[in-house]
């Protein structure tokens, strides 16, 4: 069954800071999508940032990047300069072939002025 | 930019009775989803919708629960008997058919259900 491990409830990172978020997931398929998802205190899900299994290369939108570790089975966000309004629930995403998400447990991340 | 919408933003109902809760997907998306979240817990799939019939549904989406599209633009989930751990928030979400594969999930902002 697929799985998604989120470690970390709570982050915290300094304004203009870089913070990682880390994810785990486990799964027997090698085709698959990984998607970041952001909640901010309204609780509507925004996506962050997306991968394909089958890239290599790892996925960057502006002050988000990732690290994909296909072997490892491990897909970590990175926030760059973080800003105040970075402050949120992160969600870790897997997409199986079927078409079906399976969420993390989320990191709370708080952004210090 | 088209949002998904869900009504009502709050619902509260006592145990045993039915709830509907409604979903405006974005207009040309045909894939539909619900998932839930129970308060301080991980999001739930539940169940995803295409060519008006389940494709794929969860252990949680039992006998109880029921998703019905009922014209061209509501996306609906009953809950038949609600229970008290039914409480949760709803999330409704919707996408376009996979064409290049990446299939994004667009969210709505949620119904909170709330049994008593």
């Not at chain 2, 045993?16 to 809760?21: D, R």
């Not at chain 2, 794929?56 to 038949?80: A, C, M, W």
Request: hydrophobic share 35%; aromatic share 14%; net charge negative.
């Amino acid at each position: 069954a697929q799985t998604v491990t989120q470690s970390q409830p709570e982050m915290s990172v300094q304004e203009a800071e870089t913070v990682t978020l880390s994810c785990t997931y486990d799964t027997s398929e090698s085709d698959y999508y990984l998607f970041w998802y952001k909640q901010p205190p309204s609780r509507q899900m925004i996506l962050v940032i997306r991968q394909e299994a089958y890239k290599q290369q790892n996925a960057t939108e502006n002050r988000f990047s990732v690290n994909f570790q296909k072997a490892a089975k491990s897909f970590s966000l990175k926030i760059s300069d973080s800003q105040l309004g970075d402050a949120a629930m992160y969600f870790c995403a897997y997409r199986s072939p079927g078409n079906q998400f399976y969420f993390g447990t989320g990191t709370s991340l708080t952004v210090i002025p | 930019e088209p949002e998904v919408t869900q009504t009502p933003s709050h619902q509260v109902t006592q145990m045993g009775q039915e709830v509907i809760l409604r979903c405006v997907p974005i207009s040309n998306h045909l894939y539909f989803y619900w998932y839930r979240q129970i308060l301080g817990q991980k999001v739930e799939f539940l169940v995803s919708f295409y060519n008006n019939e389940i494709s794929e549904k969860s252990e949680i989406f039992d006998d109880q629960f029921s998703v019905e599209r009922p014209d061209g633009s509501n996306f609906t989930l009953k809950i038949r008997s609600t229970k008290l751990e039914d409480s949760a928030m709803y999330f409704c979400a919707s996408s376009e058919a996979p064409a290049a594969g990446y299939n994004e999930q667009f969210f709505g902002p949620g119904t909170r259900l709330t049994v008593l």
